[in-house]
């Protein structure tokens, strides 16, 4: 059953009525350009047909009343709170997510009370997005209960994003909620983030014979941590130091003579995040020639400067890179924030199974949980379900 149907069936045993609507939002896969979107740099995702949905109906009471719905059909029911009264800090766990969002929606005029039940299929903690996933949903379910408008996508997601940075309080960038929101089927999104100047890119991998193998290394991550905010806060004090808004002014051609300007501590981050941006750069030239197989070097140098300057990556992910690699897959990185979560690997179709058993062996050596493995689909962006 879909995440949108069993969200529904699930408002409809807890409440006694059908729901007013369905909104869900798909997790994300980013391509490639990673740490990139917090230094208004470029991004590459594309949305992944793994939902996370919102059966909603407003109240009158102006409460807010949340849910959740396991695969199993129980439901776990967050303390009720009124939405006059959200504050940072009011909401711990996963109920902090719609909270946040109903707390930035308060501000810009949406204060009516809500019930709403959550079910969804992004795996959680594996840096696919789910949290953004839930907020974004959440986001459209309040707009739509209140008969607000929910064209203006840029600024839904810069909603969302504050509801994560200063509610939730996980300094993250703008590249999950963009991707939740405004992805296309069959196509990676190109955004740059200073300007939010977006296009869809066309990416049939399956037309090249080829697939996007997601591994989720069930090795959890989380942006609350202070491994996620230490870079930020590197990356803007190195742009500060280089007197430019934002490492994105850092040209490629300009970074040797940047790096001797940097203290040595600072130097790994800006040169992980300049080759980035060229990286994405370069891809997007590649896909819109059709040269999609020639993607894989990419991906590995992007995972290299993630593993070695950037230094998010862990044990699990480079273990899944190495294994896919050695399997006859084009090129693999890890995804996300890092210090856990999954990898992708571009994979020639007929090497999937060869691409599985590696990565699967491999982590049986190593005694580590049994990683999930599956083909990502460049799918739809958020909207209502009905």
């Known amino acids: 059953m879909s995440p949108a149907r069993r969200a529904s069936a699930a408002f409809t045993r807890l409440h006694g ?9 798909p997790g994300r896969v980013n391509l490639i350009g990673e740490h990139t979107d917090y230094n208004d740099g470029f991004v590459l995702p594309f949305a992944l047909p793994h939902r996370t949905a919102v059966a909603a109906s407003p109240r009158d009471d102006g409460m807010l009343h949340v849910a959740t719905v396991g695969d199993d059909g129980a439901v776990q029911q967050a303390s009720p709170v009124a939405v006059a009264e959200l504050e940072p800090g009011a909401s711990t766990g996963w109920s902090a997510y719609p909270a946040g969002v109903a707390w930035v929606l308060r501000g810009q005029g949406v204060t009516g009370g809500a019930n709403l039940v959550i079910a969804g299929d992004v795996p959680a903690g594996a840096g696919l ?47 999950d909620q963009t991707a939740s929101l405004c992805c296309t089927e ?40 202070g491994g996620y905010g230490a870079r930020r806060a590197g990356c803007e004090r190195a742009a500060s130091i280089l007197g430019v808004p ?32 060229e990286r994405v750069l370069d891809s997007v030239e590649l896909l819109r020639a059709g040269r999609l197989a020639e993607l894989g070097p990419l991906l590995d140098a992007s995972h290299a400067s993630l593993r070695d300057d950037y230094e998010v990556s862990a044990p699990e992910l480079d273990v899944a890179v190495d294994a896919a690699k050695a399997a006859g897959a084009l090129g693999a990185r890890m995804v996300g924030g890092g210090f856990g979560g999954s990898a992708i690997a571009l ?12 990565v699967f062996a491999a982590f049986a050596r190593r005694g580590w949980t049994t990683p999930r493995i599956f083909t990502a689909v460049p799918s739809a962006g958020a909207g209502r379900d009905n």
Not at 17 to 25: C, D, E, K, L, T
Not at 144 to 171: C, H, K, T, Y
Not at 254 to 274: K, W
């Open 17 to 25: 009525v059908a729901p007013a609507g369905v909104w869900s939002a």
């Open 246 to 277: 934002a490492l994105r002014d850092v040209d490629v051609s300009e970074l040797d003579g940047a790096l001797a300007r940097l203290p040595e501590e600072l130097r790994p981050l800006v040169r992980h995040v300049v080759t980035e941006n």
């Open 347 to 358: 994979v020639p179709v007929d090497r999937h199974d060869d691409v599985a058993r590696r």
């Open 129 to 175: 997005s789910s949290s953004h996933a839930l907020e974004c949903a959440v986001a459209l379910a309040l707009l739509g209960l209140a008969d607000r408008p929910a064209d203006d996508l840029p600024q839904i997601a810069r909603w969302v994003q504050r509801a994560e940075n200063d509610f939730v309080g996980a300094p993250t960038g703008l590249l």
């Open 186 to 225: 069959a196509h990676v999104l190109f955004l740059d983030v200073r300007s939010f100047k977006a296009g869809q890119v066309p990416f049939d991998a399956a037309e090249h014979g080829l697939e996007v193998l997601v591994v989720d290394t069930r090795a959890s991550h989380s942006h609350t941590d």
